[in-house]
């Protein structure tokens, strides 16, 4: 018996599955698409598709989402970018970029930047296809457990993965596609090409491949996190990037473990906002250098003038420097970025 309070159909949240897929799976569980089921509960006045909902998540939305499923509050919010507050970045902000967050970029609900990422394999194998909260994140660039690398969109038409627009503006469309067809041109995201990752050097991608499995099991039985090696990880990131801050930085790490020098695209782009190929190849290259023995390495690079010190700890926040002090002894002379600012 209904109480009136549950939706009619409230399918519970699969493992790891982001906010925004969740909704979408409601809405058609109970017979209406997206649009129509956001309006039906939340009126015209209050839009979800005008903002990433999986960062950006009113009060008013989890709320409703949670009374109407069943499903407590703070499991709602641990399918947002809240569940990772505290552990990869200090604290959420409501805009601008944010350490390991993949940005959608939105205008008019379209988005133009590749944020969102999926593993074809984890699709194919669904019984009803979801997307994961974790496939958000940066560094989430190849998948654990087939050990292929993701997708940052449609195999066929190239267009940025949009689940929630399949069934949008397509008045004839009486029953919404699954969430694994492009919103584009329809194809299949579980049918895109499958690549194996390449697991140059055996310890950091190891650290790489732990830290996706923590990732995975939302950072349950996982210990304390080593959130010191994560931010020295980033700003490595960061600064194989610029074009300006650490000019030599790629070539001399690539020099010393055998990798091909790419072309990096000459921007001044966040780290984040790059695609998946470009992001994954710096990824590796940042994760060898900050590695357990970052010490040494980093005092070698800082000696040879591949790195200026200053740069290491640039725009980190008094805490975070503190963090990398746990883990590394590099002279202070130099130091600069003590200043607070937003996160990177």
């Known amino acids: 018996m209904l109480s009136g309070t549950l939706w009619p159909a409230h399918p519970r949240p699969l493992s790891g ?13 109970n017979g ?3 649009q129509t089921f956001a309006v039906r509960n939340f009126g015209h006045q209050r839009q979800l598709w005008n903002r990433d909902i999986d960062r950006q998540a009113p009060e008013w939305l989890m709320q409703t989402v949670s009374q109407r ?4 509050l703070n499991q709602v919010k641990k399918m947002t970018v809240l569940l990772f507050e505290g552990r990869l970045f200090q604290c959420k902000s409501l805009s601008g970029p944010l350490r390991w967050w993949l940005p959608l970029n939105m205008y008019h609900r379209i988005y133009r930047n590749y944020g969102v990422l999926y593993c074809p394999q984890c699709l194919e194998e669904d019984a009803i296809p979801y997307f994961r909260l974790n496939w958000r ?14 997708h940052d969109r449609c195999h ?10 399949v069934e949008l503006g397509k008045a004839n469309l009486l029953e919404a596609s699954s969430m694994d067809h492009c919103w584009n041109c ?42 010191a090696r994560l931010i020295l990880w980033h700003q490595m990131c960061r600064l194989i990037v610029s074009e300006n801050l650490a000019p030599y930085l790629q070539d001399y790490i690539c020099n010393i473990v055998d990798q091909p020098i790419r072309e990096l695209v000459k921007s001044r782009k966040a780290f984040e906002q790059r695609d998946l190929e470009e992001r994954h190849y710096v990824l590796g290259l940042a994760a060898w250098i900050s590695d357990v023995q970052a010490e040494r390495k980093l005092h070698t690079a800082i000696q040879k003038r591949m790195l200026p010190l200053n740069q290491v700890y640039r725009d ?3 805490a975070e420097i503190a963090e990398l002090d746990r883990i590394l002894v590099l002279p202070t002379s130099k ?6 600012s937003s996160q990177r």
């Open 156 to 165: 066929q038409c190239q267009q940025p993965v949009a689940f929630h627009r």
């Open 137 to 150: 994140l940066a560094f989430y660039t190849f998948c654990p457990k087939h050990q292929i690398m993701l």
């Open 17 to 29: 599955e982001a906010l925004s897929s969740w909704f979408i799976r409601c809405a058609h569980a």
């Open 32 to 34: 209406m698409k997206a």
């Open 316 to 318: 980190l926040r008094l």
């Open 186 to 227: 329809n194809s299949l995201l579980s049918e895109a090409p499958q690549e194996l990752v390449d697991k140059w050097h055996k310890r950091p991608f190891t650290q790489w491949e732990a830290l996706l499995n923590v990732v995975d099991r939302q950072f349950r039985d996982c210990g304390p996190l080593n959130t």
């Open 335 to 340: 130091r600069g970025g003590t200043k607070k």
């Open 69 to 72: 499923t069943g499903v407590p």
